[in-house]
C-alpha cells in the first residue's frame, strides 16, 4: 500500500511557475513508475509525466519544455516543476504510483491538487 499526498497546487498568472510535489508514504526507490497526471473539467484525466526508479522521463507533448519531472528517492517525493504556465495547463494534478509485485501491478492515487492559471 501506498499513500500519495500532493501539495504545491494553488492560483498562477500565465507565464508564471509552480513546483507540485507528491509525498508518499514509504520509500519510493522499489516503486517501478510514479507521474503525474490532470483532469481538467469535462476531459478525461490525462498523463503530464512520469519518470521510473531508473530515472528515465516521458511527457505529454503538450508539456515538453516547459514541466520537469523528478524524484528525490531519499525525501520519498516526486517534484513536477511546471514554467511558462499557460490557462490550458489549468486542472487538477495527480500523482500516480505503480507497483509491480509477485507478478501484479498496482496503482496508487492521490487525493489531486488544483492548478488554476489565470489573471
Known amino acids: 500500500q501506498v499513500q500519495l499526498v500532493e501539495s504545491g497546487g494553488g492560483l498562477v498568472q500565465p507565464g508564471g511557475s509552480l513546483r507540485l510535489s507528491c509525498a508518499a508514504s514509504?520509500?519510493?526507490?522499489?516503486?517501478?513508475?510514479m507521474g503525474w497526471y490532470r483532469q481538467a473539467p469535462g476531459n478525461q484525466r490525462e498523463l503530464v509525466a512520469t519518470?521510473?526508479?531508473?530515472?528515465?522521463?516521458n511527457s505529454a507533448d503538450s508539456v515538453k519544455g516547459r514541466f520537469t519531472i523528478s524524484r528525490d528517492n531519499a525525501k520519498n517525493t516526486v517534484y513536477l516543476q511546471m514554467n511558462s504556465l499557460k490557462p490550458e495547463d489549468t486542472a487538477v494534478y495527480y500523482c500516480?504510483?505503480?507497483?509491480?509485485?509477485?507478478?501484479?501491478?498496482?496503482?496508487?492515487w492521490g487525493q489531486g491538487t488544483q492548478v488554476t492559471v489565470s489573471y
Open positions: 514509504r520509500s519510493i526507490f522499489s516503486i517501478n513508475t
Open positions: 519518470i521510473t526508479a531508473g530515472g528515465s522521463t
Open positions: 500516480n504510483a505503480v507497483l509491480i509485485a509477485m507478478g501484479a501491478q498496482y496503482n496508487f
